[in-house]
């Protein structure tokens, strides 16, 4: 089977480290939190100034990098789908699978939908059978486009009845029993 998954959020924990770097920044400037998201100006300053660090030194989630092991062990590929673009990092796609290689995550390709594909575009054209992944827009969008996909949501922000789990053991448990 040829499983995406998302990264931000989902592999890693990008909103906690958005907000940490937010707090320093905020600190830093002597603005505060509410201020600088409001502002186009400050908020464009901010990512400029800490997208590249938030997406070396952002954290990765429980279980994880076990799963993936185990799932591709058992003959599934894994390919990395994400939005993350060049336009904000020059050199993201490299910092984003040294990230990947630093943490111990086995994966047979990385994609990007970022240059006017949609994730659910790259899902069909890249035959993926399942997409893993935190944003509704994204399920939304690939179950629209006849894919399938399990929202992870382990912070627990949707109430969705199926398809739905909070951490990578369910995960591992949703995919192993998979049948399309
Ligand atoms: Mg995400």
Same mark, same amino acid.
Request: charged share 35%; aromatic share 10%; net charge negative.
């Given at each position: 089977?040829?499983? @995406? ?5 989902? *592999? %890693?924990?990008?909103?906690?480290? !958005?907000?940490? +770097?937010?707090?320093?920044?905020? =600190? #830093? ?6 201020? *600088? ?9 901010? &990512?400029?100034?800490?997208? /590249? *660090?938030?997406? +070396? ?9 076990? !799963? ?14 994400? @939005?993350? #673009?060049?336009?904000?990092? /020059? ?19 990385? &994609?990007?939908? =970022?240059?006017?594909?949609?994730? =659910?575009? !790259? %899902? ?5 059978? $399942?997409?893993?992944?935190?944003? /509704?827009?994204?399920? +939304? ?5 006849? @894919?399938? %996909? ?6 627990? #922000?949707?109430? $969705? ?8 053991? =369910? ?10």
């Amino acid at each position: 089977m040829r499983i @995406g998954i998302d990264l931000d959020d989902t *592999i %890693c924990r990008t909103s906690e480290m !958005v907000h940490e +770097k937010m707090d320093e920044y905020s =600190a #830093k400037t002597n603005r505060d939190v509410l201020e *600088i998201m409001s502002n186009e100006l400050i908020r464009e300053q901010f &990512f400029d100034e800490y997208l /590249p *660090i938030i997406y +070396k030194e952002v954290v990765i989630k429980h279980d994880v990098k076990d !799963v993936i092991r185990r799932l591709r062990n058992k003959g599934n590929e894994i390919y990395i789908i994400t @939005g993350r #673009k060049q336009s904000q990092i /020059p050199n993201i796609m490299e910092i984003t699978d040294k990230w990947l290689e630093d943490n111990g995550i086995e994966f047979d390709g990385l &994609f990007t939908s =970022a240059y006017g594909d949609t994730k =659910a575009d !790259v %899902c069909k054209r890249e035959h993926i059978d $399942l997409m893993v992944d935190d944003n /509704p827009y994204n399920y +939304k969008t690939i179950v629209g486009n006849g @894919g399938k %996909c399990l929202l992870f949501d382990d912070r627990d #922000k949707y109430d $969705l009845r199926q398809d739905y789990v909070t951490s990578w053991l =369910a995960a591992e448990e949703y995919i192993n029993k998979f049948r399309g």
